[in-house]
């Protein structure tokens, strides 16, 4: 008995696009579905934005001093930000996980578009687990005292501008998923997402570091990302000066360029990585 042939993709642009999309939705339901089959992902979920907004703001930021003396509203930015560096390490344990139980498989035996799985999986990350999560931290920060003082135009822009690079971090850990290929090599990586979030303004100023380590943190995506939150929502922390390092002098505008610069080189190489493992 042989295998039905695929059918062939459309001739036109604009019919290859709306076939990458439909199938891409797809693959966003299915993440609603594991969300509905498996609520223990859901209750934790629930529960991890609580326990890091007390974790860093009752426990931590009663030793600690930052410009505006209310360290909650100074904290808040900086876990928005590692929740949206999150997606990287992630999507990275997913697709590993899809990769080495052969879901990868039984996508590419279908009639799908080749990039609408690896697109779908981004999407998904960005519009469930990534819009879910920062909805439940801003419940979790509201009930702390945490408010964005600059208006719902500058609020609404710094979550899109949340989403948005999350939605590029999310092609990064899906490449590094293929790449990997195997949940437990992914896994032994989880950890790694603590120090890169750590090593940055989110939880405390920079300016107690030494100057070779207050560098690294200056120039690290999350720091810029921290500082556009802070800036757009009107909390204390943000930079000011004659003397900043680029990313943190215009942070919004850094937050698009590292965007567009992730977009720009891990798309193609994630639609290919997903292509050559059938090879």
């Keep these: 008995m042989t295998a039905a042939p695929m059918p062939a993709p459309p001739a036109s642009l604009a019919g290859r696009l709306r076939w990458t999309a439909a199938d891409a939705s797809v693959l966003v339901g299915r993440e609603l579905s594991k969300l509905r089959q498996e609520p223990g992902q859901l209750l ?21 001093q ?10 808040m930015p ?12 992630a999507l990275m344990l997913q697709v590993a996980t899809d990769a080495s139980h052969g879901v990868m498989d039984r996508f590419r035996s279908m009639p799908m578009a080749r990039s609408a799985v690896p697109l779908g999986q981004v999407g998904a990350d960005t519009l469930v687990s990534g ?17 964005p003082h ?22 990064v850990g899906c490449y590094l998923g293929l790449l990997v290929g195997d949940e437990r090599t992914a896994d032994n990586f989880v950890p790694l997402s603590l120090p890169v979030s750590m090593l940055s303004n ?21 720091s810029a990302m921290t500082a556009a939150s802070r800036d757009l ?16 002098a215009h942070p919004v505008a850094a937050v698009l360029v590292w965007s567009a610069v992730l977009l720009a080189v891990f798309v193609p190489l994630t639609i290919r990585a997903y292509q050559r493992r059938g090879r």
């Design 44 to 64: 934790t979920a629930l529960i991890f934005p609580g326990i890091m907004v007390l974790l860093f703001g009752y426990v931590f930021g009663s030793a600690i």
């Design 66 to 75: 930052v410009p505006g003396g209310d360290y909650r509203e100074y904290l």
């Design 78 to 89: 900086g876990l928005f930000s590692m929740i949206t560096f999150s997606a990287v390490l």
């Design 131 to 147: 819009l879910l999560a920062l909805l439940i931290m801003v419940g979790a920060g509201l009930l702390v005292g945490w408010r």
């Design 150 to 171: 600059n208006g719902p135009v500058a609020t609404a822009e710094a979550f899109a501008l949340l989403l948005l690079i999350r939605f590029a971090l999310s092609w």
């Design 202 to 222: 989110s939880f405390v100023p920079t300016d107690g570091m030494p100057a070779w380590l207050r560098v690294v943190a200056e120039w690290n995506p999350v």
């Design 233 to 248: 929502f009107g909390n204390p922390g943000a930079p000011t000066g004659d003397d900043l390092p680029l990313p943190l």
